[in-house]
């Protein structure tokens, strides 16, 4: 080769140019007709690469350049293109799918990696030096502004980084170790992060253990005897996804021998939500093609709604998967000409419906959509072809559309039918109907009973708002191009009309006309959105029917569109149902970017003359960038800093119950940890996440916030002994749930001896006397109380169940009868003037929402955090909030503008106790218990007068110091300052427990110069 050409490299930029272009340009017009013949035949956005042109491409059209390399060396493998393009062809759809299930596996196993911890621990160390070389800078220039100290500071700190970079690293990982390592048990593994994974965990351990999910077989059925304790529960059906778990954990550990059961559940919800992500893909990808799945499959992998829910092996994933599976079977079937394929799949289709109610009480949901929407595909094609109908009624046979949606909704129905009596039973089914129904009534103040309604206060059942639900699927750019993928989801083989055209501009315009008038401030109700919503697919099927048309498949437009109505109305009376309307939301934002594509690609290579490859590559590289960019990091950073709630404290304190009890102990405290407390402790709780709607509730909200601890200890000997069962067995004798409360107070405060006096005074027979006894005044099992900081925060809502009103709220359950009715049922049943029978009724009628109501019934009392109070030089302590306590007198004060205002309640520690006093005069509407912390300072606990000296607030801030049945047992503080109070109850209550700091601080006198109110010392010491 001669030398020059080594120096002389050209380069054909007309090869690269002819790259861009679609086709050649003597055929380009031949070219775009074929493409046109054959658009209704394949997807335009099936990405096919060219592997033989992109070969050639890269070739030289030299001739002596080709012969130059005419001569291959003989260990040159030659590469047949034509095979990898045949692969490409064959199995690309899979490669498509793979990256948002792949996606989703990544994120969600981020959350076993406690990564948080790695950003305390930087935190914790860095500020760790920089306080050291503040506090050196102090010393050193100690008149320096603080401005240039700060400046200084920061300057030292990054050459200390800088210089000691290796050390520094060293010293977060360690930090970041010991930080994970109370997220984790004695082996290093992680604690389950959240509750109700416990929950499945418990009942899955016991089929691995013994093959069904109860404790033990009771009748022959599963029955689980630590809940409800003492009295235990069979175990409810709906827990497939125990079965799930501990069948798949059979699996892992049979090729993977350390895996544990705990540990196997993370694998299991990453396994499911795959199972999820591809599902979606596989529903998206029959309305929208390759792209439009892919899209949807990457929206589900990282939706915010479904990631929350699957982080933790809870059984939401398996709530999301089962009608996935059902709505995918039923997508299938939309271009199927077979029968018999048809019939096989309606059955899959039941059989996988009747399985889902083995999963979860709400599985209704589903079946109920995929029924309305068959029954609105029939009324459509029927009304289309009413006509041939009426002159020919065997038009219903000979209908292939008609007579295969008939086959299809009365196949899946009897086999629904068939297959949820089989596994649940008949009133599982009824409840497909009757569901929906009561579904509204969810969140009623007041149960049919009269006992409150616990439903009202579940976090995840908190009323969501519009704009809430709308930004926990993506917010409301992403919401609006769903909406898109609704209208868009409307099928026609011949590809859309002119009209079609106009439709969908005028429908963008339509739903854009939404975001745009909530964003002027215009408040539109939530059945306004969902009129909204469906509004323009009834329109365009009120349209086909008007012209006659049968080229249009709506089926999966109306299903996602009633599948993303009802979800955010759900989500509305439930925040926790978003995740419901995340698999919907995904599909049909899939669907509307699938589409999209198609058509802004086509546009590409006719308008700008680029090639399909390139106008593929740009498109999609923008949809991810634009759309997914954001969402995918905030998806990942969740996981990352999932912050779990079991840690070392909890796990502590339950071990210590476990290895210092009998294995009829009961634990008692409020019921959102009741799950884990079964599992770690291994002990039966009074209540717990599925039983939280049992009067229990009330009873022990009762017992936290009474001051009295002898009817804090009859309430707690009552639930031990029996549960609800005493008011049961008197409610049965007099059918009055007023005199049956009446009674039950009353004796719960007496010994066994005079409580049998009392209940003859009430012409109780012996024998009901002894069974009532029996649940009131039993000898009691070894019993724990456990007081813990998250109980500060639901303060408002154990004591509001608590100081349930039963009158108000009979009086409530009556508001619907004839004023005059109502009025003199009150005046016979609560002895009322008429007067106030009638101000009550004219109250009632005033209030407009559920949780107006709840307020009525009952009042939310709760807790304004503690204060700090320093001793004064006159002896008197002043507290940060401006109140003043003088211990000499018990006096709490405060200087307003009208003068000395005080607490309406102040409870004060002392030496053998607490004493509480009540002041008259002026008064603010709170109370205040005051606590010793050291010689010079006192702690003051800000609440509501109702919970002032409170049980709670005694063995919570004052551990237990004064009470006597409750001993203090165990202290457990968290990492993050978490404090758990865990006390063994004391049945014969003789002796009362003392915290000895408090005694040497109280019995250190306080002297006044005067007795008399020293206001010049408080104004200076105020100032």
Same mark, same amino acid.
């Given at each position: ?144 502004? $603080? ?220 079946? $109920? ?418 007081? /813990? ?5 639901? /303060? ?78 006159? @002896? ?73 000296? /409170? ?22 503080? @968290? ?49």
């Amino acid at each position: 080769m001669d030398p020059k050409e080594d120096e002389d490299i050209s380069i054909d930029f007309s090869k690269i140019k002819n790259f861009f272009k679609s086709e050649k340009k003597e055929g380009e017009q031949t070219e775009e007709n074929r493409e046109s013949s054959s658009a209704e035949k394949k997807d335009d956005e099936e990405i096919n690469i060219d592997f033989g042109k992109i070969k050639k491409w890269f070739k030289s059209d030299a001739d002596g350049l080709e012969h130059s390399h005419a001569s291959k060396p003989d260990d040159e493998l030659p590469i047949d293109w034509s095979k990898i393009i045949g692969f490409f062809k064959k199995y690309g759809v899979i490669f498509i799918a793979l990256i948002p299930i792949i996606l989703s596996i990544y994120i969600r196993a981020q959350a076993g990696s406690l990564q948080f911890t790695d950003s305390w621990a930087s935190s914790t160390v860095i500020n760790n030096i920089k306080s050291q070389i503040k506090s050196s800078i102090d010393q050193q220039y100690p008149n320096l502004p $603080d401005a240039n100290k700060n400046a200084l500071a920061e300057a030292e700190l990054q050459k200390v980084i800088s210089q000691n970079k290796a050390q520094i690293d060293q010293q977060i990982q360690g930090t970041s170790a010991y930080f994970k390592s109370f997220f984790q048990d004695e082996n290093g593994k992680n604690y389950m992060p959240d509750i109700d994974p416990y929950y499945w965990y418990r009942y899955a351990k016991n089929i691995v253990d013994h093959g069904h999910p109860g404790d033990v077989l009771k009748d022959g059925k599963p029955f689980d005897n630590h809940q409800l304790a003492p009295l235990g529960r069979f175990v409810f059906t709906d827990i497939l996804h125990s079965y799930l778990w501990a069948y798949f954990y059979k699996f892992l550990h049979f090729f993977i021998p350390g895996m544990t059961l705990m540990r196997s559940g993370f694998h299991l919800v990453i396994f499911f939500s795959a199972l999820c992500v591809l599902l979606i893909f596989l529903i998206a990808r029959k309305i929208a093609g390759n792209i439009g799945g892919f899209f949807a499959g990457l929206m589900m992998a990282v939706n915010g709604a479904f990631l929350s829910r699957s982080l933790h092996p809870d059984n939401d994933v398996s709530v999301v998967l089962f009608p996935l599976i059902v709505t995918w079977l039923f997508v299938t079937m939309i271009d199927m000409k077979s029968g018999f394929k048809i019939a096989v799949i309606s059955v899959a289709a039941g059989f996988f419906t009747g399985l889902f109610t083995l999963a979860w009480s709400g599985w209704w949901y589903i079946f $109920d959509f995929l029924l309305a929407t068959i029954a609105i595909t029939f009324l459509y094609l029927v009304l289309i072809n009413f006509k041939e109908i009426k002159s020919n009624m065997g038009a219903f046979i000979s209908n292939a559309a008609i007579r295969n949606i008939a086959i299809v909704g009365l196949l899946y129905f009897l086999s629904t039918l068939i297959f949820v009596v089989l596994f649940s039973g008949w009133l599982i089914f009824r409840n497909s109907f009757l569901g929906p129904l009561s579904f509204p009534s969810i969140k009623a103040p007041v149960s049919a009973d009269l006992w409150p309604n616990v439903f009202t206060t579940v976090a995840e059942l908190n009323e969501g708002s519009i704009s809430g639900i709308i930004n926990s699927i993506g917010g409301p750019f992403l919401f609006f191009i769903s909406l898109l993928g609704l209208i868009l989801a409307i099928y026609r083989s011949e590809g859309m009309k002119k009209f079609d055209y106009f439709y969908v501009i005028g429908t963008t315009i339509f739903y854009g006309a939404y975001f745009l008038l909530v964003r002027i401030g215009l408040d539109v109700s939530v059945f306004g959105l969902l009129a909204w919503i469906m509004l323009p697919i009834f329109a365009r099927i009120g349209i086909s029917v008007y012209k006659k048309d049968e080229s249009y498949d709506f089926k999966l437009s109306i299903l996602l569109s009633l599948w993303v109505a009802s979800t955010i109305f759900a989500s509305i009376k439930g925040i926790r149902f978003t995740v419901l309307l995340a698999p919907a939301f995904s599909v049909a934002f899939g669907v509307a970017i699938g589409k999209i594509y198609i058509y802004a690609s086509k546009w590409l290579v006719k308008e700008f003359k680029v090639h399909r490859l390139v106008a593929a590559s740009v498109l999609i590289v923008l949809f991810i960038g634009i759309v997914y960019a954001s969402p995918t990091k905030a998806a990942i950073n969740a996981a990352r800093f999932d912050i779990p709630i079991v840690n070392d404290a909890w796990y502590n304190a339950l071990i210590a119950i476990n290895q210092n009890s009998s294995e009829n102990a009961i634990i008692t405290s409020w019921w959102d940890f009741g799950h884990h407390f079964k599992v770690l402790a291994d002990r039966p709780v009074t209540f717990d996440g599925t039983t939280q709607t049992y009067p229990a509730a009330h009873w022990v909200g009762k017992l936290l916030m009474t001051d009295n601890e002898e009817q804090a200890a009859g309430i707690l000997r009552m639930l031990d002994c029996g549960s609800n069962n005493a008011f049961n067995t008197l409610y049965k004798t007099n059918n009055n749930t007023q005199l049956s409360l009446k009674i039950l107070n009353e004796i719960i405060l007496l010994d066994k001896k005079e409580a049998e006096k009392r209940l003859k005074s009430f012409r109780f027979n012996e024998m009901q006397i002894e069974k009532i006894l029996s649940f009131t005044h039993c000898q009691p099992p070894e019993a724990y109380f456990i007081a /813990s900081e998250d109980m500060i925060g639901k /303060s408002g809502v154990w004591s509001h169940f608590g100081s349930w009103n039963f009158e108000r709220a009979e009086i409530w359950q009556n508001r619907g009868l004839p004023q005059e009715q109502a009025v003199e049922k009150m005046m016979t049943k609560f002895n009322y003037t008429r007067e106030r029978a009638e101000n009550i009724y004219f109250e009632m009628q005033s209030i407009a929402s559920d949780s107006e109501a709840n307020a009525w019934v009952a009042p939310w009392p709760g807790y304004g955090g503690t204060i700090s109070c320093g001793k004064n030089n006159g @002896g008197v302590y002043a507290c940060s909030n401006g109140f003043f306590i003088n211990m000499s007198n018990h006096d709490v004060y405060a200087f307003g503008q009208q003068g000395i205002v005080r607490p309406g309640l102040a409870a004060f520690s002392t030496e053998d106790g607490l004493l509480k006093k009540s002041f008259n005069g002026t008064t603010v509407e709170l109370g205040i218990t005051i606590i010793p912390k050291n010689e010079n300072e006192f702690e003051a606990v800000m609440s509501s007068k109702e919970l002032t000296g /409170s049980m709670f607030t005694r063995m919570f801030y004052m551990q237990g110091h004064g009470l006597k049945y409750f001993k203090l047992f165990n202290h457990q503080r @968290g990492l993050t300052g978490t404090d758990i109070y865990t006390y063994k109850i004391d049945w014969e209550g003789k002796n009362k427990a003392i915290v000895g700091d408090y005694v040497k601080l109280l019995k250190t006198p306080v002297k006044l110069e005067t007795e008399d109110l020293n206001l010049a010392q408080i104004n200076e010491d105020s100032s």
